[in-house]
């Protein structure tokens, strides 16, 4: 037996929030009856009608991981016709990605039509490390890595602790590569943490994200990802 309103987020592609208010409306039936009660449990024998739709169960859920290129936006459809990631993936299901890199970010994103996984790894208090390397302009300081390390202001709030470490500082053409993982996935944070003590990113490609890195991957390739890394992905949201 599992909740409604959890059963209706892992098969429907409806958040779990959005399944929550579909059953307090009234528009979810379980066996032709209305059921707006939250918490209802259901089986897996029960036929569930999701907005006149009935939830398909034997959906198999696909997991990509995606070596993202620039100019190319995190999203299912643009209003202005640019490429999504969705386009560089040939899959005939629904799928959408996992949290979001800016359209001039590269790197590691997954994509699921595994609505459960993709919001517990979304949730803020799943902790996932992210490794980002970022080339910044000019000379990055040591206070400043400190600094970023300890959590800085950006939206009214402060960045929880996380791992910064220089790289390389190139004099020539004065720029700094900097290595950050972060657990936290707030909007352009990478960026944003910089601008906060007036510095600027100038490209920004994410290496990491939890136990999966981009080996073998170049830019705009893909790859699905493998039962194992599947479970450990489950494992580390539980
Ligand atoms: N932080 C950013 O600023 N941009 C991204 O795309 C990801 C993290």
């Given at each position: 037996?599992?909740?409604?309103?959890?059963?209706?987020?892992?098969?429907?592609?409806?958040?779990?929030?959005?399944?929550?208010?579909?059953?307090v409306k009234g528009k979810v039936?379980?066996?032709?009856?209305?059921?707006?009660?939250l918490g209802t449990k259901v089986k897996s024998s029960d036929v569930i009608v999701v907005n006149g739709d009935v939830l398909d169960k034997n959906i198999n859920f696909e997991y990509y991981l995606l070596n993202k290129p620039r100019e190319v936006v995190t999203t299912t459809k643009d209003e202005h016709g640019r490429k999504t990631v969705i386009d560089l993936i040939d899959t005939q299901m629904r799928i959408y990605p996992v949290g979001r890199l800016d359209y001039d970010t590269t790197g590691l994103l997954l994509l699921t039509n595994d609505g459960v996984l993709a919001n517990k790894l979304m949730h803020p208090s799943s902790k996932i490390d992210k490794v980002y390397i970022a080339k910044v302009k000019g000379k990055v300081l040591a206070s400043d890595v400190k600094k970023l390390r300890q959590g800085v202001i950006i939206d009214g709030r402060k960045t929880s602790r996380c791992i910064v470490k220089i790289k390389k500082y190139n004099k020539k053409s004065n720029t700094t590569i900097v290595k950050l993982t972060i657990h936290e996935g707030r909007n352009h944070q990478v960026k944003k943490m910089f601008m906060a003590l007036g510095y600027e990113v100038i490209k920004l490609k994410r290496e990491k994200y939890a136990n999966l890195d981009l080996r073998g991957l170049k830019v705009g390739e893909y790859r699905r990802l493998t039962y194992k890394e599947v479970t450990t992905l489950y494992s580390l949201v539980k």
């Open positions: 037996m599992e909740r409604l309103q959890k059963v209706i987020a892992m098969y429907g592609d409806y958040s779990r929030r959005k399944a929550e208010e579909l059953i039936l379980v066996n032709g009856k209305v059921v707006s009660e």
